[in-house]
């Protein structure tokens, strides 16, 4: 039986970008997500700020403490974008070194469900070589139709995924999305998404 998982998540307003993980550690959570944010050169980090040593830190303390690690991928990893692809690429890396068994990214419709099929076909290869799973986030623009379409298409190209991506859903961004927004949204999401 899996167990549920209380966690935190890091914060580029953080002091230290070490110190939402060691609250983690401290407080007996069993789940962390490193989320790199660099908002400008003082605020926020991203993977190239954490050295190999750090990494291994991170790594084996985790293993320590039995915390489920996952990496929410960089908001400037732009999968519609395809010359952001190295900024996943090196999240992927990133997380298969901390030891995340996860990564996370936005879904994205603004250039269609198809084009990002495309974008994020040779991602999930990646991740597949890494030993992650996928997760894919709703955002205040997408709605569960969004979702079912995204999920058909990839069943109608047969990209063979099979228990290496699903979908994250992100309650803040359910109740600021307009189609859920406020007391129904988990009901009206819940009862439009299709089970893969």
Excluded at 83 to 95: H, S, T, Y
Excluded at 168 to 193: P, V
Aim: hydrophobic content about 40%; overall charge negative; some cysteine.
């Amino acid at each position: 039986m899996n167990k549920i998982r209380i966690g935190n998540q890091t914060a580029f307003s953080a002091s230290d970008m070490m110190a939402p993980f060691e609250y983690a550690v401290d407080n007996g959570f069993n789940a962390f997500e490193w989320f790199p944010d660099k908002h400008n050169i003082n605020e926020g980090w991203d993977v190239t700020d954490i050295d190999i040593k750090t990494r291994s830190y991170i790594r084996t303390t985790a293993d320590k403490h039995d915390i489920a690690l996952s990496v929410h991928a960089s908001l400037q990893a732009d999968m519609c974008d395809p010359d952001r692809i190295d900024i996943m690429l090196d999240n992927i890396g990133f997380a298969e070194e901390i030891g995340a068994t996860l990564i996370n990214t936005h879904l994205c419709i603004e250039q269609g469900l198809g084009n990002y099929v495309d974008a994020i076909t040779p991602v999930i290869r990646e991740v597949k070589k890494a030993g992650l799973r996928l997760a894919i986030e709703n955002t205040v623009f997408t709605i569960p139709k969004d979702f079912n379409r995204l999920f058909d298409i990839i069943s109608e190209r047969k990209i063979a995924l099979s228990g290496k991506y699903g979908m994250c859903l992100d309650l803040g961004h359910a109740n600021l999305c307009s189609f859920s927004r406020n007391k129904e949204a988990i009901e009206r999401l819940f009862s439009l998404c299709q089970t893969y």
